[in-house]
């Protein structure tokens, strides 16, 4: 069975976005798995919604993820405050010129720097996958559009399912000594309904458990992919 694997650092800032988030604005410790979905939709230059038929095809790919830098993302995460200014125009009947309504502060969470490594297996397009991501078709974001990132480390390699109790990234459902996060996970046929999973990351890799569980070996890495 093939793999991928590859590095993703942001540059300067990034923010995955709460879903709950509204006036406070908090981000994910790491990268959803739509993110990562979006990320290859991208470098592959597959069309954009509405047009999501084209994208269901990376919903058959397995992904894995694991923060590189967990503890200095913590350290370093940052809250910038802005505040946005809306101008509605009224009717003239009714106003006799626009008037502007600002809004609340905004206070929106930033991790610094952020690097995770990703793990993909399934389907027919890792290859295809492996080529775009060095000469992606569209300009390669994680986050918001402005979140721009660095790819480095990417390789294909042979992968085999097994078990172990040492897992090098993060696993579905709760798990001790992790920080526990609903995550999205992917989005249903017509692109409207979105599904969650629970995730538990570590605080440190590999992370040892009482006894072993379904994976994968990436080399020397033993991975949970979802």
């Known amino acids: 069975m093939e793999g991928l694997t590859f590095e993703i650092e942001g540059i300067n800032f990034t923010c995955f976005r709460r879903m709950t988030s509204t006036s406070v604005i908090l981000t994910y ?35 894995g993820i694991q ?32 008037y502007s309504f600002p809004s609340a502060p905004l206070f929106k969470e930033f991790l610094v720097n952020p690097r995770y ?8 397009l890792l290859r295809k996958i492996y080529k775009k991501l060095q000469d992606p078709e569209r300009p390669l974001y994680i986050g918001q559009s402005d979140d721009m990132i660095d790819i480095t ?13 040492q897992i090098n990234s993060v696993l579905k459902g709760i798990y001790e000594k992790c920080e526990i996060v ?4 992917k989005f249903s ?17 590999p992370l040892f458990l009482d006894e072993e569980i379904k994976c994968y070996q990436f080399g020397s890495e033993y991975v949970c992919t979802y």
């Open 117 to 124: 490594k990703i793990y993909l297996h399934g389907g027919n």
């Open 67 to 98: 923060p590189l830098n967990l503890r200095e993302i913590e350290r370093n995460k940052t809250t910038e405050i802005c505040k946005l200014l809306k101008m509605i125009e009224r009717e003239a009947a009714v106003r006799p010129k626009p």
């Open 182 to 185: 609903k995550l999205p996970y």
């Open 153 to 165: 480390e990417l390789n294909l390699l042979e992968i085999k399912d097994t078990y172990s109790n």
């Open 29 to 63: 410790p790491i990268p959803p798995f739509t993110t990562i979905r979006g990320l290859i939709a991208n470098c592959l230059g597959l069309p954009r919604f509405p047009d999501y038929n084209a994208q269901l095809i990376l919903q058959n790919l397995k992904i």
């Open 189 to 205: 046929e017509d692109g409207r309904n979105l599904e969650e999973i629970t995730i538990s990351i570590p605080q440190s890799f």
